[in-house]
């Protein structure tokens, strides 16, 4: 095995920090790959060219993604698969069985392993339920949020994901509702058989989108005792403010001071999620160099960057997690 499990290199290092990579649909976007669409940074895979045309001008455009964050620094790196839920991509495109997707699945974990190399990390993307309907940064999930059947939804691109071993770790980023965090939390490693880890999606206030405190996203946690999945790995952060990101990871180390935790701001620029585009951030508080050593002392074990960061965030990150463990 060139890589050690992932587990295992975090708990036999425990001053380890891995580089994660940035905003893989953001990059996408700015080297010419239109992702203003239903599945957003899965649209490159759809089309047959992708695989039949080794020469496809999307092939070089991800590859060269990947190219630009190892160069960069990143350690860990995501398949952009963010919205490749079973549901998103059989309702908005020509792939429709279930036999289908998992060859587009596997197809794109095969290449982005291949892209990366065997001593890199790789983790399984997986967007938040409520990614297909736009509310990631609302955390409104509807009248009933306790009765929507989130295994149904995530059971396709799960099944798919705990059988590759080309993956590390899955990632279920950007998660705003706590419905949402407790219906994975139950999942046993039946349903969850491969290191994952829980990205929140935190309102710049410091609660959850829907309003959940952290003491109560703690609570959710320490509730569940010696019942919680032994593969949940970490617990963090993504897409949320570049400003208040360092207080609300601190907030989550003070409720959950033994919990490996994990942190990947955006850049700050606010998302139209309707009209799919970034506002500028007017004020960018601090370097990336200050929220780092940061992060560092409140627990976080990977560090990287969400939508609109780049291969240069990277490379301020990677400096900065070289300088401080
Ligand atoms: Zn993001």
Not at 96 to 111: A, G, H, M, P, Q
Not at 265 to 284: H, R
Request: proline letters at 5%.
């Amino acid at each position: 095995m060139v890589r050690l499990p992932l587990k295992q290199l975090l708990e036999d290092n425990p001053k380890k920090v891995l580089v994660l990579d940035g905003g893989q649909g953001t990059e996408l976007e700015n080297r010419g790959i239109k992702v203003a669409n239903p599945v957003w940074s899965t649209i490159p895979f759809i089309s047959d060219s992708f695989w039949s045309d080794e020469s496809s001008a999307n092939r070089k455009i991800v590859k060269g993604m990947f190219n630009d964050f190892l160069n960069a620094g990143a350690e860990i790196l995501m398949t952009t698969t963010y919205q490749t839920s079973y549901k998103s991509v059989s309702e908005n495109t020509p792939i429709k069985t279930l036999s289908e997707y998992n060859n587009l699945l596997t197809r794109i974990v095969d290449f982005s392993r291949v892209c990366i190399g065997e001593d890199k990390y790789l983790i399984g993307c997986i967007g938040p339920w409520g990614a297909h309907i736009c509310c990631e940064f609302t955390g409104d999930y509807g009248p009933d949020p306790q009765s929507i059947d989130f295994y149904k939804y995530f059971k396709p691109q799960l099944d798919n994901f705990n059988k590759s071993d080309k993956l590390d770790l899955i990632g279920f980023e950007t998660i705003p509702n706590v419905h949402e965090l407790r219906a994975i939390l139950s999942w046993d490693e039946s349903i969850l058989s491969k290191p994952f880890y829980i990205g929140l999606s935190v309102h710049e206030h410091g609660v959850l989108r829907d309003g959940t405190t952290m003491e109560e996203v703690a609570k959710v946690i320490k509730g569940l005792g010696d019942k919680i999945n032994p593969n949940f790995s970490l617990l963090g952060i993504n897409c949320v403010s570049f400003n208040q990101s360092p207080d609300i990871l601190e907030s989550l180390h003070q409720v959950l001071p033994n919990m490996a935790l994990l942190a990947y701001p955006n850049s700050g620029e606010v998302y139209d999620t309707e009209k799919k585009i970034w506002l500028p951030n007017s004020d960018k508080l601090n370097s990336w160099d200050a929220v780092v050593k940061q992060y560092i002392g409140s627990g976080a074990r990977i560090i990287g960057g969400c939508c609109r960061t780049s291969p240069n965030d990277i490379q301020e990150i990677s400096t900065a997690v070289k300088k401080y463990t």
